[in-house]
């Protein structure tokens, strides 16, 4: 299993970015994938998760209306359009799958067996 994260960067408050993760090795169609961020000195948080089965999506509540994930099959790739950000949205972002994920458990990190990379999100002015 690969998952590899992008997109992150450095955006002023209110600003957009659309985060991406590359999926490969593993038959998607049952796995979930959910983004979950971590600050430094704290622990690693679960943002928001698209389902295997039905595409049902899971989302923090603080990220509620401001932030959407999708997944295009076609491209391997699992998106999370993040808008209207705020300083505290600011962190490493990581992608995460697994093949288990119910919708009491998409916010738990320690669900997730499959890892990428993390990509960096700074929100300043």
């Known amino acids: 299993v690969q998952l590899q994260a992008s997109g992150g960067g450095l955006v002023q408050p209110g600003g957009s970015l659309r985060l991406s993760c590359a999926a490969s090795?593993?038959?998607?169609?049952?796995?979930?994938i959910g983004w979950i961020r971590q600050v430094p000195g704290k622990k690693r948080e679960g943002v928001s998760c698209?389902?295997?089965?039905?595409?049902?999506?899971w989302y923090l509540d603080s990220v509620k209306g401001r932030f959407t994930i999708s997944r295009d099959n076609s491209k391997n790739t699992i998106y999370l359009q993040m808008t209207s950000l705020k300083p505290e949205d600011a962190a490493v972002y990581y992608c995460?799958?697994?093949?288990?994920?119910?919708?009491?458990?998409?916010?738990?990190?320690?669900?997730?067996?499959?890892w990428g990379q993390g990509t960096q999100v700074t929100v300043s002015s």
């Open positions: 995460a799958a697994d093949s288990r994920i119910i919708s009491s458990s998409w916010s738990n990190p320690h669900a997730y067996d499959d």
């Open positions: 090795g593993f038959n998607k169609e049952y796995y979930a």
């Open positions: 698209i389902a295997n089965s039905d595409s049902s999506t």
